[in-house]
């Protein structure tokens, strides 16, 4: 059941002119959430009612948020870390920069929320290097809130100390990753780590560490606010809340919506972003970033943007940057396309990642070309078979998945560029 | 003819405040990195043994860290670098055909520098602007998006006049537009 959406108005990036600046930001009730839960609340308090209310993880996995902090160890007296991932380089999304340049504060005060919630000493706001002018942005909120004792010793009178720094990236899309994250803010190449030992028990400098999305950050004031119960009214009943649709591709009016999580896919692309370009038909559509399995045109109906839905239908929420292709576009294309960049941004630690993305990319060149043949197509859903789960981190599988189910659910595309490999013996 | 790579004193105050973020000295080397190139216009070998010299870490780590990420120019680039998008939305929205385009006009392929020293292409994997695709970064820096060749000939000549693109902000849908969300 696709969830009533045309009424919402949106809160994470609400209609308020210059929200970003902290005196506007503070004129509509900001960082009082963080005033109640310093005076009023117990650490685990706060775990409890975020638990409660079942945030699911933006980035891609759609863990519980409140679960995951609650997994950090007790505290010993020495440093803990909160890394908060805006390295957002997930081929068709772009949401967390909106953070960045409409709401940064509400992201600060969720993020020393749930410092205060785990006992954190400081948070590295990891962000992608391409972002420079959002890095600036995020820069500046962040020295705005240290002047006026949001950040920094004693905050707010509390006796909570916690730090905040940004962290730049350099372009490595595996940085995302949440253990290559960490090895990239420690000053290295971004390989990621064997788990266990998991970040909650050894993470940044082998300290415990939690890792959350800027957005699941984001949304934390807002459950402080109007309390588990209102926020697990908004949208699907297993995966609620308001959520940041990027959507791109063949559409009129491409660009990010901030909806309730169970919208129709119908919906998004009909109304909201005024339909395909041309009329045309859809072909495919990516509902969560180009690692997520493409669905066709034709398996659209009913299907609605949260776990249990995309799921059924045969694909993931990821990043909710949605994808979508006209009845024109060449699929083969478009899967080389984003195996040249699963290959390029490969780390290379692996074996059925370092060389599975080279053969899959090699191959379908082969059929793009033209020179394929029909066991190619075989070979293609092979090497995803012998990647999948067979590395350190899931990187094999995002670049396996859209190969697998471009080939099966896309077979004419494919079939229609290959020659036959068994000929007639007479 | 060698250079001498050397950090200010201004520069070194910076990276004090730098390595006061980190708990131990490896780490700083991404930001100080960023630093060095801003100052120097890349991070070629000399520049990495600097950056080791002051962070007081081995020259081969640095190496390793400017030969991971892709935003590190381990050798001279033009003085402009135009970074196209290529990655899927912007595939299907165009941005191969703004690479060639941008290609034809300099002269050189994606890769190479003009032999004026002035410009670089690279095709480079998706930068985050799906939504305002076909799109290119400028530098590390400015994000130009919603291209058009046209846009891209002005472009080049802003650049060649010294004038960079200013930063567009995009507005968000739903504070624009009324009507969006209430009808339909």
Known sequence: ?426 | MKENYEFSKEDLAEIEKIKAKYPDKKSPVMPVLWLAQQKFGHVEPEVQQLVAKTLDIPAAHVYGVVSFYTQYYGERKGKFVFDVCTTLTCQLCGGYDILHHLEDKLGIKAGETTEDGMFSIQSVECLGACGYAPMMQITNGVYCNHLTTEKVDKIVDDLKAGKMPEFEQIPFPQHQDESNNKEG
């Open chain 1, 1 to 426: 059941m696709a969830v009533e959406w045309r009424n919402f108005e949106p809160v994470l990036i609400p209609k308020i002119p210059n929200l970003h600046k902290i005196e506007v930001f503070e004129k509509n009730g900001g960082y009082q959430q963080l005033a109640k839960v310093l005076k009023e609340w117990t650490p685990e308090k706060v775990v409890d009612e975020v638990k409660a209310a079942n945030i699911r993880g933006r980035g891609g996995a759609g863990f519980n948020a409140g679960l995951k902090w609650s997994f950090m160890p007790k505290p010993d007296g020495k440093p803990r870390y909160i890394a908060a991932n805006g390295d957002e380089s997930e081929p068709g999304t772009f949401k967390d920069r909106q953070i960045f340049e409409y709401n940064p504060h509400l992201f600060i005060e969720g993020a020393t929320i749930a410092g205060f919630a785990m006992h954190i000493d400081a948070v590295y706001v990891y962000i992608r290097g391409e972002y420079k002018d959002w890095i600036d942005m995020m820069q500046k909120a962040i020295d705005d809130a240290y002047a006026k004792g949001y950040l920094g010793k004693n905050i707010m009178g509390s006796g909570y100390d916690m730090d905040m720094y940004v962290h730049s990236g350099a372009g490595a899309y595996i940085c995302g990753e949440e253990s290559s994250l960490m090895e990239s803010l420690e000053g290295k190449r971004g390989y990621p780590r064997v788990k266990p030992p998991f970040p909650a028990q050894k993470g940044l400098w082998g300290r415990p560490t939690t890792i959350n999305n800027i957005e699941t950050l984001a949304n934390v004031p807002l459950v402080i606010k109007n309390g588990a119960d209102w926020y697990k009214s908004i949208g699907a009943e297993n995966h609620p809340g308001p959520v940041l649709y990027g959507i791109s591709g063949h559409i009129n009016k491409p660009g990010v919506y901030e909806y309730p999580t169970g919208m129709s896919i119908h919906d998004l692309i009909y109304e909201v972003c005024g339909g395909m370009r041309g009329g045309k038909k859809i072909k495919a559509v990516i509902p969560g970033g180009s690692s997520t399995p493409p669905l066709r045109g034709d398996q659209l109906e009913g299907v609605c943007m949260d776990a249990d839905s995309l799921r059924t239908a045969g694909s993931m929420m990821g990043t909710a940057g949605m994808i979508i292709m006209d009845e024109d576009t060449d699929i083969v294309d478009v899967v080389w396309r984003i195996s040249h960049f699963y290959h390029h941004e490969s780390c290379g630690q692996c074996t059925p990642c370092r060389d599975g993305t080279g053969f899959l990319e090699k191959t379908l060149i082969k059929i793009k070309d033209g020179h394929g043949e029909m066991r190619d197509l075989d070979l293609l859903l092979d090497l995803c078979t012998q990647m999948e789960g067979r590395t350190i981190c899931a990187l094999a599988d995002a670049a396996a998945w859209p190969v697998r189910y471009a080939v099966t659910r896309f077979r004419e595309d494919f079939e229609k560029k290959v020659k036959n490999t068994v000929y007639a013996l007479a």
